[in-house]
Structures are given as structure tokens and as C-alpha cells.
């Protein structure tokens, strides 16, 4: 895959995932992981280009009143210091590439299932501190280890559950995205290689930045949330299960 053309897919993929409140991590290190990048500078772009693509989302929802902070608090206090701590772990890259074909896998499958929230006047459970803590912990330290932002397992899993309506879990996972993605960058400082194409990395952010932006107010046209998510499952699975089928016959 000649260089332009995943810049090109990247600026698709921000723009696709902006228009729905999402950052897009997941189909980043699906691009890369077909491009022979190292996995720690893969791993860097996919959180570098979360953060510039849900940063506005965020301000936007927060200046809104979209965010409960007081249901949001167990998720992302709990989060953070695990996103940090999974960016520390070392792994080899056998190993990271085999946790990333399965959360492809898992985040193909949660998106294709449809799990929108209920109507307005629907009752919604909070759940307990401990679960959204646990939930928040897990999916963070998967972020932070893999390098996806985590909000494409938490908004699908917050809507099972019927933590809240669409709009706020959408907030809850754009801040949750934004927060992990910043302290999984943070856990990962240590084992950057010393030889990052800091060209590569910036043309990659421009065109999730441009695209990012372009997609925020392409929202208002409103793309399919529905078709937008199953489109994107099929790529996504696709991804995972060549990174896998490549990748286990190094065990053998």
C-alpha cells in the first residue's frame, strides 16, 4: 500500500468516525497494520489521531451539558491510571499484533450488532460504582496497550446495558477516548523507538485533523449512524482476521 493512499484512508476514516461522535482508533491500526510500520509508532499515530479527532466533540458536548460528570467519574477515574499502565507493559510484537487481531475481532462484532439506546422516555440504570469502574479499568488498559482510544467497545456495551440515552453515552465515550488516549501516549513514552518518521506521523494527524473537522460538520447531514457502523465492521474484520491469520503462524 503506497504511502498517499493511507493518508487518503485516514482522512476517510476521521471523517467517517467524527460525523458519529467517535474517534476511529481502531480502523487507524487496521490501515497500519497492513503497512510496515514498527508496532510502537503504529500504536502512537492510532492515539495521536483519537486526540486530535474527538478534542473538538468533546469541548463541544461538555460545553452542552452532555457530560454527567457524576456518572462518568468511576469510568474514567479508574481508566486513566490503567490506560498508563497498559501503555507501560512491553510486549513483543508477535504478541501485539495477535491482542490486536482480537480486538478487531471483538470491535467488528460490537459494531455491527445494533445496540442504540432506547427512547427518551426510557428508564436507565446507572449501575454500581464497582461495575463502571471495572468496565472503565478493563477497556482502558486494553487502550493503552493496543492503542485504541476504547470508545468503540464503551458506547456499544454502555448501550446494552442501558447506562444512559444515545447523546450522553456518545459524550461519555468521546471524553473516555480523549482522557485514555492522553495517558496511554503518557505510558508509552518510555518504549518509543528512537527512529519515529516524525514526517509520517505529521501528515497522518494533518489528515485526520482536516478530515476530523470536515466529518464534525458533515454530522449535520447525517451520515446513517446504522450503515456507517456495519460499513466499518466489515472493514475492520477483515483487518483483524488477516493481522491474526498472519501473525499465529509465527507460533508454529
Known amino acids: 500500500m ?11 476514516i476521521a471523517a467517517v468516525y467524527a460525523s458519529v461522535g467517535f474517534g476511529g482508533g481502531s480502523s487507524y491500526l487496521a490501515v497500519l497494520a497492513l503497512y510496515a510500520l514498527p508496532f510502537q509508532e503504529m500504536r502512537l499515530i492510532a492515539l495521536l489521531c483519537n486526540i486530535i479527532v474527538v478534542t473538538g466533540g468533546t469541548i463541544l458536548f461538555i460545553r452542552q451539558r ?19 499502565l497498559g501503555g507501560r507493559m512491553k510486549i513483543g510484537q508477535n504478541t501485539f499484533f495477535i491482542l490486536l487481531g482480537c480486538s478487531l475481532l471483538v470491535a467488528a462484532l460490537l459494531l455491527w450488532i445494533r445496540t442504540d439506546a432506547g427512547r427518551a422516555n426510557e428508564t436507565y440504570s446507572e449501575g454500581s460504582w464497582w461495575r463502571n469502574g471495572l468496565l472503565g479499568g478493563a477497556i482502558g488498559f486494553l487502550s493503552g496497550m493496543v492503542g485504541i482510544g476504547g470508545g468503540i467497545f464503551l458506547s456499544p456495551l454502555l448501550n446494552l446495558l442501558k447506562w444512559d440515552d444515545a447523546r450522553r453515552i456518545a459524550a461519555t465515550a468521546s471524553l473516555f477516548i ?13 518504549q518509543l523507538p528512537a527512529n519515529l518518521h516524525d514526517g509520517r506521523i505529521l501528515w497522518l494527524c494533518l489528515a485526520v485533523l482536516i478530515g476530523g473537522q470536515l466529518g464534525a460538520r458533515l454530522g449535520a447531514i447525517r451520515f446513517h449512524p446504522l450503515a456507517i457502523r ?15 491469520v498472519k501473525h499465529l503462524t509465527a507460533f508454529k
Open 178 to 190: 480523549l482522557v485514555n488516549s492522553i495517558s496511554g501516549i503518557a505510558g508509552q513514552w518510555s
Open 66 to 84: 452532555q457530560v454527567s460528570w457524576r456518572k462518568i467519574a468511576p469510568i474514567i477515574i479508574v481508566s486513566v491510571p490503567a490506560a498508563f
Open 2 to 12: 503506497a504511502y498517499w493512499e493511507i493518508v487518503i484512508l485516514f482522512f476517510v
Open 230 to 244: 456495519r460499513i466499518t465492521a466489515v472493514l475492520v474484520f477483515f483487518a483483524g482476521t488477516e493481522v491474526l
